[in-house]
């Protein structure tokens, strides 16, 4: 046991100086860590009288017999080959020293391969102390043999019996067995019985005693050495079977708990008789506590990102819904502005053609219901987004004064109404008239839903983060309308913005007050929120672009003589042939010669070189890849002098209509030639011909 313990020492401090980090870019180690670890080395070595060698493939690194930090000269070694695995090597003979000394080799592997080679010399000496420190008999033999069968130390002779080969019997034996007992001569020639164990290093520790003594009569030493031994071993399995009972029972509680947190149950500290156990076993309740309170956390985090999630994707939902209800409803406005401009055309031509009073009250009774359609198609075009606004600067907090007061007066003195205007609120650019008119509507609403009394707050501030979400900025207003009254079921507020829809009697509403809040805000660049409970009241916040520069200067429009437009030769390009038609008639009753196209392309042909044509009137929204303002916008290229008006029930998505008169479908014929009188003021030098 002491011979396998000391060379398990040996063994282990060459190994942990291989681990050494000052190694970690070997073979090419800087001579300045070099000296760090030479250094390191002998106060490592303290105690030993070997030394220690560091190698590589083709040099000698570090040689602890130098004085301590002279690195050895790089030409001192013969290349050679490094070990790969830890080896404990047999007697060797230095010539130089002339001494035996036998070497623990450990490598430093990279890769897979090994770099370095730490070699720890083993002087003789060392071990013939530890056999002279067993007081052996004088008569009696002790001796360490390496794994090649040489004497590294004996008893007796010491090292006078260095580097000899034991006798052929034992090395034969020693080849085939690592313990055992046999009957040999000792190298003094006595006949011995030896008994011999070897380490797991490959050296072989063995004990004898003269042939004589063994088989006769047991001496009283190696009978109170059995006795002793016996009695030692007895204890040692008690004690052992104690400290095993002690040692199992923490490590069933320790595996317990930590099944405990696997299955996710929450873990008690339990005591279980051992200090450092009871510190794991409360880390363990303290960690099993965290992973609870995280995990209920999380799942109050995911329980609200998937709530969030629903809400986003209804709102998104919602959002498209309208979306495509505002174009479907776009569309239909603008089919219902081209039949309502065939009749509008067709009764103003027939009241200019006959004085009939029965004829003239029917006609002046049909152009009264396409004025109420008209203004219908206006409700449907701010829902789609599509009517056209004339957005501003608004100071908020004097526009919220004066609306309120109109607002007071539409709700009576039954309702509170209060309003709170954010001093840090920017000044808005919205239509003044359109906000003006949400309001109202959102105020109409609110005193509809308070049974009593009750109580409208507005509210205007700068727009939160959470206001803008999915807006393009952040530059934004909220103008809120809150009341306390009965609120809105949940399946009822997915449907309020849509025309036409109302919970009311169909003689106190019409459906359009919120799908013109909607409107206005979808095309102010803006959109509208809706917040209602039940019992409680609702909340209708409009999002709305803020301006911050609120500067804005109007030019005062300067009168300029009406043109003359009859004679003039009007290029009228519409692609509804029924509208095309009474509108052909109306400019020809006003004195105008029409020429037709059904297209843009026909219009540009048309224009071509001989051109005879003095101004040009346009549909907005035609098939085909031109649309009427690109239509105005090429001809403005080619005839810059050329008078131009559109003409359209909805601009739809085409911008740039302002550059351009613009007469809104149905039109009267003052209006039609208010717009052309003012393009050919615009464009003086153009001249019409005669009639």
């Known amino acids: 046991m002491v011979l396998n313990l000391e060379l398990a020492q040996r063994a282990g401090v060459v190994r942990g100086l291989a681990l050494s980090r000052?190694?970690?870019?070997?073979?090419?180690?800087?001579?300045?860590?070099?000296?760090?670890?030479?250094?390191?080395a002998r106060r490592t070595l303290t105690g030993l009288e070997g030394w220690l060698e560091v190698r590589s493939a083709d040099r000698l690194l570090i040689d602890t017999r130098q004085p301590a930090g002279q690195l050895p000269s790089l030409r001192s070694s013969t290349p050679g080959t490094l070990l790969a695995a830890p080896q404990t090597l047999?007697?060797?003979?230095?010539?130089?020293?002339?001494?035996?000394?036998?070497?623990?080799?450990?490598?430093?592997?990279?890769?897979?391969?090994?770099v370095l080679n730490l070699t720890l010399t083993v002087l003789p000496n060392e071990f013939q102390r530890i056999i002279d420190q067993q007081k052996i008999n004088p008569q009696w033999v002790a001796a360490i043999i390496d794994s090649e069968g040489r004497v590294v130390a004996r008893h007796p002779g010491g090292a006078a019996h260095t580097g000899r080969l034991a006798t052929e019997d034992l090395r034969q034996r020693l080849s085939t067995s690592r313990e055992g007992l046999m009957h040999s001569h000792s190298l003094?020639?006595?006949?011995?019985?030896?008994?011999?164990?070897?380490?797991?290093?490959?050296?072989?520790?063995?004990?004898?005693?003269?042939?004589?003594?063994?088989?006769?009569?047991?001496?009283?030493?190696a009978r109170n050495l059995a006795l002793g031994t016996l009695l030692l071993s007895t204890l040692a399995v008690l004690a052992a079977l104690g400290v095993s009972r002690s040692?199992?029972?923490?490590?069933?509680?320790?595996?317990?708990?930590?099944?405990?947190?696997?299955?996710?149950?929450?873990?008690?500290?339990?005591e279980t008789g051992i200090t450092e156990c009871n510190e794991v076993a409360q880390v363990m309740a303290s960690a099993s506590q965290a992973i609870q309170n995280a995990q209920s956390e999380m799942e109050q985090k995911v329980e609200q990102a998937i709530a969030m999630t629903r809400h986003a994707e209804q709102r998104m939902s919602h959002s498209h819904r309208l979306e495509a209800l505002g174009r479907l409803t776009g569309g239909v406005a603008h089919?219902?502005?081209?039949?309502?401009?065939?009749?509008?055309?067709?009764?103003?031509?027939?009241?200019?053609?006959?004085?009939?009073?029965?004829?003239?009250?029917?006609?002046?009774?049909?152009?009264?219901?396409?004025?109420?359609?008209?203004?219908?198609?206006?409700?449907?075009?701010?829902?789609?987004?599509?009517?056209?606004?004339?957005?501003?600067?608004?100071?908020?907090?004097?526009?919220?004064?004066?609306?309120?007061?109109?607002?007071?007066?539409?709700?009576?003195?039954?309702?509170?109404?209060?309003?709170?205007?954010?001093?840090?609120?920017?000044?808005?650019?919205?239509?003044?008239?359109?906000?003006?008119?949400?309001?109202?509507?959102?105020?109409?609403?609110?005193?509809?839903?308070?049974?009593?009394?009750?109580?409208?707050?507005?509210?205007?501030?700068?727009?939160?983060?959470?206001?803008?979400?999915?807006?393009?900025?952040?530059?934004?207003?909220?103008?809120?309308?809150?009341?306390?009254?009965?609120?809105?079921?949940?399946?009822?507020?997915?449907?309020?913005?849509?025309?036409?829809?109302?919970?009311?009697?169909a003689q106190q509403a019409s459906g359009l007050g919120l799908s013109q809040v909607y409107g206005f805000c979808q095309q102010s660049g803006g959109t509208v929120r809706l917040d209602s409970t039940q019992g409680l009241g609702t909340t209708v916040s409009m999002v709305l672009p803020s301006l911050k520069a609120a500067a804005s200067g109007i030019a005062d429009a300067v009168a300029v003589d009406a043109p003359e437009i009859q004679g003039m030769r009007v290029l009228l390009v519409e692609d509804n042939k029924e509208l095309r038609g009474v509108t052909t008639a109306?400019?020809?009753?006003?004195?105008?010669?029409?020429?037709?196209?059904?297209?843009?392309?026909?219009?540009?042909?048309?224009?071509?070189?001989?051109?005879?044509?003095?101004?040009?009137?346009?549909?907005?929204?035609?098939?085909?890849?031109?649309?009427g303002v690109m239509l105005a916008q090429r001809v403005r290229q080619m005839l810059p002098?050329?008078?131009?008006?559109?003409?359209?029930?909805?601009?739809?998505?085409?911008?740039?209509?302002?550059?351009?008169?613009?007469?809104?479908?149905?039109?009267?014929?003052?209006?039609?030639?208010?717009?052309?009188?003012?393009?050919?003021?615009?464009?003086p030098q153009q001249q019409a011909h005669p009639a």
């Not at 359609?373 to 206006?378: A, E, F, I, K, M």
């Not at 449907?380 to 607002?407: H, K």
Request: a negative charge.
């Open 247 to 270: 040692i199992v029972r923490p490590i069933h509680i320790m595996k317990q708990l930590a099944l405990d947190m696997k299955g996710g149950q929450r873990v008690l500290p339990k």
């Open 22 to 40: 000052m190694l970690e870019s070997a073979p090419d180690v800087p001579p300045s860590t070099l000296r760090e670890f030479d250094d390191q």
């Open 188 to 221: 003094d020639g006595i006949a011995t019985t030896l008994y011999f164990r070897t380490t797991a290093q490959g050296w072989t520790y063995l004990t004898g005693m003269p042939r004589s003594q063994f088989e006769g009569v047991v001496p009283a030493d």
């Open 641 to 683: 002098g050329l008078p131009i008006v559109l003409i359209s029930g909805h601009r739809g998505e085409v911008d740039d209509i302002a550059d351009f008169p613009f007469v809104h479908k149905p039109y009267t014929p003052e209006a039609l030639v208010a717009a052309l009188q003012e393009a050919l003021g615009s464009h």
């Open 586 to 627: 109306l400019l020809e009753s006003l004195g105008c010669v029409v020429v037709c196209a059904a297209s843009a392309a026909d219009a540009l042909r048309i224009l071509q070189p001989p051109r005879n044509i003095d101004a040009m009137i346009s549909d907005v929204l035609m098939p085909g890849s031109m649309n």
């Open 335 to 505: 089919d219902f502005n081209n039949l309502l401009g065939v009749i509008s055309n067709s009764g103003h031509l027939m009241l200019r053609k006959t004085d009939n009073p029965e004829l003239t009250a029917a006609l002046e009774a049909t152009l009264r219901a396409v004025d109420s359609g008209s203004r219908l198609t206006q409700h449907l075009l701010r829902f789609a987004g599509r009517q056209s606004v004339r957005p501003s600067v608004i100071p908020l907090r004097a526009f919220m004064t004066d609306t309120a007061e109109l607002i007071r007066a539409v709700m009576g003195h039954r309702i509170e109404l209060t309003v709170q205007v954010d001093p840090l609120a920017p000044a808005l650019f919205a239509d003044p008239n359109e906000l003006e008119l949400a309001l109202i509507n959102l105020a109409l609403n609110a005193r509809d839903a308070i049974s009593e009394h009750g109580r409208v707050e507005l509210r205007a501030g700068p727009a939160e983060p959470e206001d803008v979400v999915g807006l393009p900025h952040e530059a934004y207003v909220v103008i809120a309308v809150t009341d306390d009254g009965c609120g809105i079921s949940e399946s009822i507020v997915k449907r309020v913005f849509e025309p036409f829809f109302s919970t009311k009697d």
């Open 90 to 114: 047999p007697l060797q003979h230095n010539e130089e020293l002339g001494i035996y000394h036998a070497s623990l080799v450990q490598p430093v592997m990279r890769d897979g391969e090994p």
